[in-house]
């Protein structure tokens, strides 16, 4: 059974695979597994508007029958249930062959895939501070749609590097490819985990943290400019959290002298990180990144069916 549980579970040829089929959903090519008789769980113990929209609407386009919740708020969870035998419940007694998970402890969804083995396939939308794997194949997808290629470019990730989940996938993704720089701007508080600049290293991938100071010359530099909210649910003092706050915000002036062609991601939600008026500019690349959430998450599903049930 495979699972995507990290964007580690993935080697570049087979995410190109799931881009592949992406852009064949996107030509109208959409498989239908209808007479296969798939079930899908989606299971949201944190909230979730996009992940879990797309998802569902994903699993429908192909003819999978969906189940879940979007909140632990009047399940079972409530009075004491353990999310174990949440997820037992929907692979054991109700035939699951998917389980999307989100939930706040960092690695639970390799505990969910340990604990059902190969019943069904555990696909990790979010698992506290840790990764969203799925996020990440959606970025990497937005950046070669419109940059043409992803080996080459010069990435910037501002935000709480420490806390985002997204960040976290994505560098790891990145390491799959040629990347020229990647450029990492946040508070002194909010740096990358030792880990992640540890394979970055070991990757050997050009990389420096920027402070905000230097903003005009790096703006220059960037292909791609990623944005992200501070991750205010992860901070456990939030004291912490109002020392960091609004610490950072891309304006539109901000912007000057950026390339033509640079794109701005933000996984959403946004909080006061990015101007509105950034939204009316060819730069805002963030409502089709939304979208391609839908078609690539079309395309990592047609994967993941032909690999564990075609
Ligand atoms: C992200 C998440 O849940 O980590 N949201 C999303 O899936 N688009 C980013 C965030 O919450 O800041």
Redesign the pocket.
Known sequence: MRHLVSIEDLSREEIEEVFGLTDDAKNGHIRKYDELGLKAGLLFFEP?T??RQSFENAFKELGIETMGFASSAGTSIEKGESKGDTVMLYVKSYGCNFIVVRSKERGVARYFMKLVGDEACIINA?DGANE?PT?ALLDLYTIKELHGKIDGLIVGFMGDLRN???YHSNLLALLNYDINEIILICPETLRLPFYYELRLKMAGVSYRYASITEWKEIIKEMDVLYV??I?KERFSDPLEYERVKGSYRLTLESLDGAKDNLIILH???RIDEIDLRIDQTPYAAYWKQAENGYWVRIGLIEWLVEENYG
């Open positions: 979730s996009r992940t979010g969203h996020q985002s989940r997204v992200t909210r991750q996984p959403l939600p």
